[in-house]
């Protein structure tokens, strides 16, 4: 007669502590064991890696995995520090075989026009520097009008660190920080992006708690893409030009609301993720259900949580 599960899993733990300890080591005692501790978290921290690296390559990859990780690849080889702007030769690789190497801004519009008929595309570092250089700013002139939600890794941005923390965050870690993009039919872009209030440059409160700023989407602004967050996964959420006209007014009064709060700040939440699902669902632009989605969560901890307040 079988043995009942439990006294098996029990005869299998005393036989793994019984060979870890009669394994060889050159230390012994607590430095044996500190050894062995370190091996447990490398493995761990290997797994974590090769998790998330997984789960980068294989999900949100669109109809052509291929040419999107040639896309990433190109772009976060490319990206630039600082004020520099990323190279001509950066544009013409990566973007010059769909745009040509000197688009005009309707072009750029209508590469975004068809960008988006999937619902989700990549708005990167080089694009926005050939916009910037175009166009001067980013409007409806160059993106369709419309509300987007933006998610891209955190990292640093100043050298050396960026030249390794800007792949391992891209790949290594699969979640992503989200905010929203709106693109007006008239005027400039803007987005409300939600952190921890240390995070912002200006600080007008208690650094730990929950907060939000809304701004011209900018180099000054919070989200925008740069040296270590080069790469931006945009998902345009709604094109009904009275969801854009409300936008604005409605993403002010959020962010009035959150300010008021003085909600602390949750790493896993309520986070920055957790505001702009709030936001989103209480527009109508998600559902209840893919707001709480399992998929979402691991993509946007955090996303699904209880609203703030």
């Known amino acids: 007669m079988a043995r009942p599960v439990f006294d098996r899993v029990r005869d299998r733990a005393r036989r793994l502590r019984h060979r870890i300890g009669t394994a060889r080591h050159l230390l012994t005692g607590w430095r044996k064991w500190a050894v062995i501790a370190g091996q447990g978290a490398t493995g761990f921290v290997v797994l974590f890696a090769v998790a998330n690296l997984c789960l980068s390559l294989s999900t949100f990859r669109g109809e052509n995995p291929a040419s999107r ?10 990206s630039t520090t600082g004020e520099t702007p990323t190279s001509d030769q950066a544009f013409r690789v990566i973007h010059g075989p769909t745009l040509g190497p000197n688009p005009s801004a309707p072009d750029i519009r209508d590469h975004f026009e068809q960008a988006s008929t999937g619902g989700t595309f990549l708005l990167d570092q080089v694009m926005i520097d050939r916009i910037q250089a175009v166009n001067g700013r ?12 933006g998610a891209h890794a955190l990292g ?11 792949w391992m965050a891209h790949y290594l870690l699969f979640p992503r920080h989200a905010y929203i993009l709106v693109v007006p039919e008239e005027g400039e872009a803007l987005a409300f992006s939600a952190s921890q209030e240390a995070k912002f440059p200006i600080h007008t409160g208690d650094p730990e708690r929950l907060s939000a700023r809304i701004a011209p989407y900018d180099d000054q602004a919070y989200d925008f893409p740069s040296s270590g967050e080069a790469l931006h996964e945009m998902t345009i959420v709604s094109r009904d030009p009275a969801d854009v006209a409300a936008a604005p007014a409605a993403l002010e009064a959020a962010r009035q609301r959150l300010n008021a709060l003085d909600q602390p700040y949750g790493l896993l939440a309520p986070n920055s993720n957790t505001v702009v699902g709030c936001i989103l669902e209480d527009a109508g632009l998600i559902s209840a259900e893919v707001r709480r989605s399992t998929l979402l969560a691991l993509r946007a901890p955090g996303i699904g949580a209880a609203c703030p307040g």
């Open 138 to 149: 980013i409007d409806s002139r160059v993106m369709p009008p419309g509300i987007y939600v």
């Open 156 to 166: 640093p941005d100043d050298p050396p660190l960026v030249w390794v923390t800007k």
């Open 69 to 78: 990780t040639a896309h990433e690849l190109g772009v976060l080889w490319f």
